[in-house]
């Protein structure tokens, strides 16, 4: 959602500079495009969880910070409805020095 919200800032102030109306209709493709591309994720979230941004991610990075790599081990003892927010106030030093690191390993 950032990476559309930032898209869709960044069509509308290129429309405004270069005062085309014509280029707000870029606005509308793109993020029609967004939606039709993201409907087969957010249709059955919202259908199955009542949220249609549901995600699971959050428990394998809890995982990841807490558990020391072992999966097997503390996959039990996760919790399973944690968001990614509730998992970032938890430990933010160690929620962003992880981010940190694997951004860095990513490149």
């Known amino acids: 959602m950032v990476f559309l919200v930032v898209c869709l800032a960044y069509l509308l102030t290129m429309a405004l500079i270069r ?5 707000l209709w870029s606005l509308v493709i793109y993020g029609l495009g967004f939606v039709i591309g ?10 199955v969880k009542g949220n249609p941004f549901y995600q699971t991610q959050a ?3 809890w995982i990841k910070l807490f558990g020391n790599d072992d999966f097997v081990r503390t996959a039990r003892t996760a919790p399973t409805e944690i968001t990614l927010w509730q998992l970032f106030w938890l430990d933010p030093r160690r929620f962003a020095a992880n981010w940190w690191q694997e951004f860095l390993a990513s490149g």
């Open 59 to 61: 428990v394998h990075i």
């Open 38 to 47: 993201a409907l087969p994720q957010l249709v059955p979230s919202l259908i």
């Open 19 to 23: 005062r085309e109306r014509k280029a």
